[in-house]
């Protein structure tokens, strides 16, 4: 069984620009979750999605972030515009309802 | 507000040791559990997890202790090998306003195994 993918690993942008974050679930989970950890600190929620639907958005900062998941399949969350507070390392996991997470290796943003 | 905390940023142990690392959580309506591993440049990976209608679950080497009481969670790695070295969260599963589970972490735990 694949196991939870994001693209890309890494990103170095500067302030302003944008960046898209991807996501692909393992194959049959309807929950995804995008969470962030910020050096040193708790990793926390932003976002759950049951299938398609934004079940629970409350942890998103601001407007500048943006999540959707096409068909219920993979998920994009794109920061525009990026701020030097946005560097951190971005976190998408799946399961099954009642399961644990699974995770995937994370894409380490660093805005400069 | 709520959260998830954990009483010790670092643990350092020999080799062969018994590890322990603690976790206290303030979210009465949580009912599971869950301790996940990350090793540098990886994602947390599950590594045992607890409902709330148990005080103790058993795994490979590891176990993990649930006192509802004082709202506190242990896990215990024994035989600590360097591989075991990387940085431990536990992590909540309360309900969230909105109806959804949303487990929620702590800030983690460094443990270092000195061979």
């Known amino acids: 069984e694949a196991g939870v993918t994001q693209f890309p690993s890494h990103s170095v942008i500067e302030k302003g620009q944008t960046v898209t974050l991807r996501c692909d679930p393992i194959s049959g989970h309807d929950n995804l979750y995008w969470y962030r950890r910020v050096m040193g600190k708790e990793i926390k929620f932003l976002l759950h999605f049951v299938k398609e639907s934004k079940q629970d958005e409350s942890g998103m900062p601001n407007n500048r972030f943006l999540a959707e998941r096409t068909g219920g399949t993979y998920s994009t969350l794109k920061v525009q515009p990026a701020e030097l507070e946005d560097s951190g390392v971005y976190f998408c996991a799946s399961r099954e309802m009642g399961s644990p997470l699974h995770f995937g290796n994370g894409t380490r943003l660093t805005v400069t | 507000g709520e959260s998830v905390g954990l009483h010790l940023p670092t643990l350092s142990v020999q080799e062969g040791d018994n590890s322990i690392i603690n976790c206290a959580y303030s979210?009465?309506?949580?009912?599971?559990f869950i301790w996940y591993k990350q090793e540098s440049g990886k994602g947390p990976q599950f590594i045992i997890d607890?409902?709330?209608?148990?005080d103790k679950r058993q795994g490979q080497r590891v176990t993990v202790l649930l006192n509802k009481t004082v709202k506190h969670l242990s896990l215990q790695i024994a035989a600590t090998q360097p591989g075991d070295s990387a940085v431990y969260f536990c992590?909540?599963?309360?309900?969230?306003?909105?109806?959804?589970?949303?487990?929620?972490f702590g800030r983690g735990t460094s443990l270092i195994v000195h061979p």
């Open positions: 607890i409902r709330s209608n148990m």
């Open positions: 992590a909540e599963n309360p309900r969230s306003s909105g109806g959804s589970y949303i487990p929620t």
């Open positions: 979210n009465s309506a949580s009912d599971y």
